[in-house]
């Protein structure tokens, strides 16, 4: 369900502010929490199943360089999607309630870029390993400090 903000409420007409507030929103930290990609789209005079075709790429162990090329491509065009729901809200003429319609429409788009961009299978396996390595550099060089002091 989209998330009610206190600039979602109020008269319909939308101030300049109201309209930065919105756009802010769309790429704040942590956008994505709540929202669902949604179950279609339509790209290009089609239909796609945006979320099984993002499942499927997530659960992909290793995907293929094709898989790679296509889910960039997708998260690019939902990218262009999103810029122009962002124009829509900052210069269009739209109610508060249309606005916050396309805010909440761009941020599950945004989630879907997200994990298309994420690294799935034997990449990611590595960089956590790297993550991890680093982390336990950083714990032995604090205890190192501390036993020092």
Same mark, same amino acid.
């Given at each position: 369900?989209?998330?009610?903000?206190?600039?979602?409420?109020?008269?319909?007409?939308? $101030?300049?502010?109201? %309209?930065?507030?919105?756009?802010?929103?769309? @790429?704040? #930290?942590?956008?994505? *929490?709540? +929202?669902?990609?949604?179950?279609?789209?339509?790209?290009?005079?089609?239909?796609?199943?945006?979320?099984?075709?993002?499942?499927?790429?997530?659960?992909?162990?290793?995907? $293929?360089?094709?898989? %790679?090329?296509?889910?960039?491509?997708?998260? @690019?065009? #939902?990218?262009?999607? *999103?810029? +122009?729901?962002?124009?829509?809200?900052?210069?269009?003429?739209?109610?508060?309630?249309?606005?916050?319609?396309?805010?909440?429409?761009?941020?599950?788009?945004?989630?879907?870029?997200?994990?298309? %961009?994420?690294?799935?299978?034997?990449?990611?396996?590595?960089?956590?390993r790297s993550l991890m390595t680093r982390?336990?550099?950083?714990?032995?060089?604090?205890?190192?400090?501390?036993?020092?002091?």
């Amino acid at each position: 369900m989209p998330e009610k903000w206190e600039v979602c409420e109020g008269p319909p007409a939308l $101030t300049p502010e109201d %309209r930065a507030k919105l756009v802010s929103r769309i @790429h704040s #930290l942590l956008f994505w *929490v709540g +929202e669902l990609i949604p179950q279609e789209i339509r790209l290009d005079n089609r239909t796609v199943p945006l979320r099984d075709v993002v499942f499927r790429y997530i659960m992909s162990d290793d995907p $293929t360089d094709q898989e %790679r090329k296509e889910a960039a491509a997708l998260a @690019h065009m #939902l990218e262009e999607l *999103v810029k +122009e729901m962002e124009e829509e809200i900052k210069h269009g003429d739209v109610t508060r309630a249309k606005a916050c319609e396309l805010m909440n429409e761009a941020r599950s788009y945004l989630r879907a870029v997200d994990e298309l %961009r994420t690294v799935s299978g034997k990449e990611a396996e590595l960089k956590r390993r790297s993550l991890m390595t680093r982390v336990e550099d950083a714990r032995r060089w604090k205890r190192f400090v501390e036993k020092v002091r």
